[in-house]
Each structure stands twice: as structure tokens, then as C-alpha cells.
């Protein structure tokens, strides 16, 4: 389960940040775009836990009762056999090491996460605090760190502060402040902590990064009499030290593009305003195929094509295909024949399973199966009796699991069934 969400979580992700990079992030209308970012951050964790709708499972996926299973053709090789056998192919060590590793590097990004919190907060400590129209200014004695902004707090170089175009520093830093871009921010590095693996998640930290900009110089520009020495200033301004991935700088590699998007006109205003309605049916169709399916309509469906057992073959591939080697059994080491008994009421279903020691007589006999799986290389325990329990509750939970029943020879009669447990 936890890797199915991961995966559609992803796509999701990959749909919504490509619709945007394709459609929407050459317009003027960046705060339409940040709300589509935002919600791109959002999506993945929410579409896979809504319901399919049944008439879109069925568009898009084949009724599974036209399916045969992969095992029902292992079985099918097995038809003249006295036994039908199934193998547990589940290797613990992969799939632990699998998560070890997820595990490993989301551990890593979340104390990197925790890092750049606690080196904003060393600078904070260590600057002048001061206040600029409403917010905290943090003065740095340090000349190397750039000027950014951090939720509510600017953080500008000692040095800066006698600069002809600190005024427009300070604007362009309370903008973001004004617009809590710090959020955003927060919100993609916590996502690439569970997406590392995606390569649009890191796409999206970047595109969300360059919104910021694009929102700001917008304001900017309107509240400036002279745009042009705003864009000068990101020209002469020296970018002095690394990015922090928390916060906002002032200048960042996209000057270039930000001074375009700035001279950009806007005669295409009804233009862009409409994609961004026709985008939506699009997303809106893509992102239900990556839901759950309706559980409450499928098992409506379920009742109306109820499968049913007719014959030997029938109840040997349903065992087959449902049963399980329990792990406690696989931890001690346990190996055993389960003989169960069951009677078939007139209406077809089991009654009455009972656990026997021995095979015996006045029952119909339904062919063993052999269930196998591979030992347990990190067994720690010795618990024979627990391990013989385990197997016995499964071998009652298939058999109460049984489909209707609808063999006449077998209706009014006992059932007698054999599975063989055993390790490899």
C-alpha cells in the first residue's frame, strides 16, 4: 500500500507540474499560477485517497473476472496432478532493504530540513534586530551573506544598509514576507522528504522558487515611478553566498527571465485567463484515474457477478490464490499437514470448519495443496506451538473465505481438505 501512493502521489505530481510548465508559466498571472503550485504540492496526497468512480474504473481498466490470474496459469500445468502447488515468492530481505533505504534518505533530507532552520536561526541570533514598516529586520555583521527574507523576518548585510538601492532591497524582501512565501517553501521541502525519488518534486521547488520572483518584481513594479532602476539593481546585485533552500533571496540565477517576464505584455490577457479554465477538465480527468476505486459501488458490483465453485479444480485454484504462509509460522521454522473438515449447507455455503489430526472416512476428499515459501533467514524464535496455531487460523480463514458453492454432489456433504505447509 505504502508504494502504490508513493506512485500514484507521483504521477499526480508529474501531471499537474507538466499542464504547468506547458500551459500556464509563460503568463503574467502569477498569482493564478502560485494557487496552482500550491495545489500541485497538495494533490498527491490527497487524489489517492479519494473514490474511483465506477464508471471510470471501468473505462479505463478490464473487468477482472475476464482476467486470469497469473498463478491460474502455473495451475493450469498442474490440472492431472494430485496436488497443485503454490510458492510464496516474497523475499523479506529485498523489500527491508527497499524501505531501509527510502527510509535512509528521507532521514537525511529531514535533518538537512532541520539544518537550514537552525543556520537561519544562528544569523537571526547574531544580527541587529531592528524593524522595517511592520516586520523584523535582522541587520548581519557577516558581508558575505547575501540579503533574503524568512517568514517574517528580512535579513540584510551591515553593508547594504548604506547602498542607493537598499530601499529597494528592503521593498522586494518584505514583498515576499507581505505574501508568506516562506510556506510554500516549507511545504515542497517536506514533500521531497517523502519524494525524494520523483524528479518533478524537485522540478516543482524550483518553479515555485521562480514564482516568488516573478510575484514580487510584479509588485514592484507597480508601486515603483521608475521600474528601470529596480531592474538595474538585480543586475549590479552579487549574489555572495550559496542559497539557503528555506528562504528567498534576493537574486537568484533567473534574472535574465525575470527582467523578460517584467517587459512582458499583457495583450493576451483573455487568452491566458481562458487556458487556465480549459486546463482544468483536463487535470480533473487525469487525476481520477490515479484514485481508489469506490469500495461501497464495487462490492454492489461484487454481488451481482458473485463467482461461485462448481467443481474440484475451481476450489484447489481459489485456495491457491488466497492463501498465505503466516509469517509467525515462517519466524519459528513451522512445517505442517492442516487436515480441515466442512460441511456444504443446501444454499452452498461452509459450516462447521473443524481442525482434524487425521484424514477420515464418510467426507469427500478435495486434492492437497502445497503451499511453500522460504525460510525465515533472521529467525530469532523458538515457538512451535504458536507457529502451528498460525497455520491452522489460516487454513479457517480461506475456508471460511469460500466462494457459494454450486457442485450438487457436493451439497449436504462434508468437506474434507489437506494443505501442506512447507519451507524451502
Not at 477538465?281 to 461461485?308: H, V
Not at 489460516?394 to 468437506?415: A, D, H, V, Y
Request: charged share 20%.
Amino acid at each position: 500500500m505504502f508504494w502504490e501512493y508513493q506512485i500514484k502521489g507521483g504521477i499526480v505530481l508529474a501531471v499537474s507540474v507538466l499542464l504547468y510548465v506547458l500551459v500556464l508559466s509563460n503568463d503574467r498571472f502569477f498569482k493564478r499560477n502560485r494557487l496552482w503550485l500550491i495545489g500541485s504540492l497538495l494533490l498527491p496526497w490527497i487524489v489517492p485517497y479519494l473514490a474511483m468512480p465506477v464508471w471510470m474504473k471501468k473505462m479505463l481498466f478490464a473487468n477482472e473476472s475476464e482476467i486470469v490470474p497469473i498463478r491460474t496459469f502455473a495451475l493450469s500445468n498442474q490440472i492431472n496432478q494430485e496436488s497443485v502447488l503454490v510458492t510464496d515468492h516474497f523475499s523479506f530481505s529485498i523489500e527491508f532493504l527497499a524501505i531501509l533505504l527510502f527510509g535512509i534518505i528521507s532521514l537525511v533530507l529531514l535533518i538537512r530540513l532541520f539544518y537550514g532552520y537552525a543556520s537561519i536561526m544562528s544569523l537571526k541570533r547574531k544580527a541587529e534586530c531592528k524593524s522595517y514598516k511592520g516586520f523584523a529586520l535582522a541587520v548581519l555583521p557577516d558581508s558575505n551573506v547575501g540579503p533574503f527574507s524568512f517568514f517574517r523576518t528580512i535579513f540584510i548585510p551591515e553593508e547594504m544598509e548604506s547602498r542607493k538601492d537598499s530601499k529597494l532591497i528592503l521593498e522586494h524582501e518584505k514583498a515576499h514576507c507581505a505574501g508568506w512565501h516562506s510556506i510554500d517553501l516549507m511545504l515542497i521541502e517536506c514533500m521531497l522528504i517523502f519524494q525524494w525519488w520523483n524528479p518533478f518534486a524537485w522540478w516543482l521547488r524550483s518553479l515555485i522558487a521562480n514564482n516568488h520572483e516573478f510575484c514580487v518584481d510584479n509588485i514592484m513594479l507597480k508601486n515603483l515611478s521608475e521600474p528601470k532602476d529596480y531592474q538595474y539593481s538585480l543586475l549590479n546585485l552579487v549574489q555572495k553566498q550559496g542559497q539557503n533552500q528555506l528562504v528567498n533571496n534576493y537574486n537568484q540565477s533567473l534574472t535574465k527571465k525575470r527582467i523578460i517576464m517584467m517587459n512582458k505584455s499583457d495583450n493576451n490577457k483573455i487568452i491566458d485567463r481562458l487556458k487556465g479554465l480549459l486546463i482544468l477538465p483536463i487535470l480533473a480527468i487525469s487525476l481520477l484515474a490515479f484514485t481508489n476505486p469506490n469500495k461501497a459501488e464495487e462490492a454492489k458490483l461484487e454481488k451481482k457477478t458473485e463467482k461461485t465453485i462448481s467443481n474440484a479444480l475451481d476450489l484447489q485454484k481459489f485456495i491457491a490464490s488466497s492463501v498465505k504462509y503466516p509469517l509467525l509460522a515462517r519466524k519459528n521454522n513451522v512445517e505442517a499437514d492442516i487436515i480441515a473438515r466442512t460441511t456444504v449447507d443446501k444454499n452452498g455455503n461452509v459450516t462447521g470448519i473443524k481442525i482434524v489430526l487425521k484424514r477420515g472416512a464418510n467426507v469427500v476428499k478435495i486434492d492437497e495443496v502445497v503451499i511453500t515459501a522460504f525460510k525465515d533467514s533472521t529467525n530469532t524464535e523458538n515457538n512451535t506451538q504458536a507457529g502451528q496455531k498460525s497455520l491452522e487460523k489460516e487454513t479457517k480463514r480461506i475456508l471460511k473465505s469460500l466462494p457459494r458453492i454450486t457442485n450438487q454432489n457436493w451439497i449436504g456433504k462434508k468437506l474434507e481438505f489437506q494443505l501442506k505447509f512447507r519451507l524451502q
